[in-house]
């Protein structure tokens, strides 16, 4: 069984940082991509941005471009989300997720992900 973990949630003033971590444990698996997604009450899951576990490239969703960056550690097996010049609409509950499978790009929508985080908690203070 493959886990992830994720960590790093809390509140923040707008304008602020955290830095969101997703550890990856259990049986070996060969990960092709890891993404971040959120969810806001009422609202869908929401692509954030994505990492080829290969090469490294990152993608994001416009809505968090420039502000956020996603990087990996393959040695810590660990993903990370950090996120800067937060806004009050960056509240949400944030999973990370990875892709099992060969990819030709990471997937920007959450049924292209095999296996889920139990999320973290981010909320933004105005």
């Known amino acids: 069984q493959v886990q992830l973990i994720e960590s790093g949630g809390g509140l923040v003033q707008a304008g602020g940082s955290l830095r969101l971590s997703c550890a990856a444990s259990?049986?070996?698996?060969?990960?092709?991509?890891m993404g971040w997604f959120r969810q806001a009450p009422g609202k869908e899951r929401e692509f954030v941005g994505a990492?080829?576990?290969?090469?490294?490239?990152?993608i994001y969703a416009d809505s968090v471009k420039g502000r956020f960056d996603i990087s990996r550690d393959n040695a810590k097996n660990t993903l990370y989300l950090q996120m800067s010049s937060l806004k009050v609409e960056d509240t949400a509950v944030y999973y990370c997720?990875?892709?099992?499978?060969?990819?030709?790009?990471?997937?920007?929508?959450?049924?292209?992900?095999?296996?889920w985080g139990q999320g973290t908690q981010v909320t933004v203070s105005s």
């Open positions: 997720a990875t892709q099992t499978k060969p990819i030709v790009a990471p997937g920007q929508r959450w049924n292209a992900y095999d296996y």
């Open positions: 259990g049986r070996t698996f060969t990960r092709y991509a």
């Open positions: 990492i080829n576990w290969i090469n490294g490239r990152a």
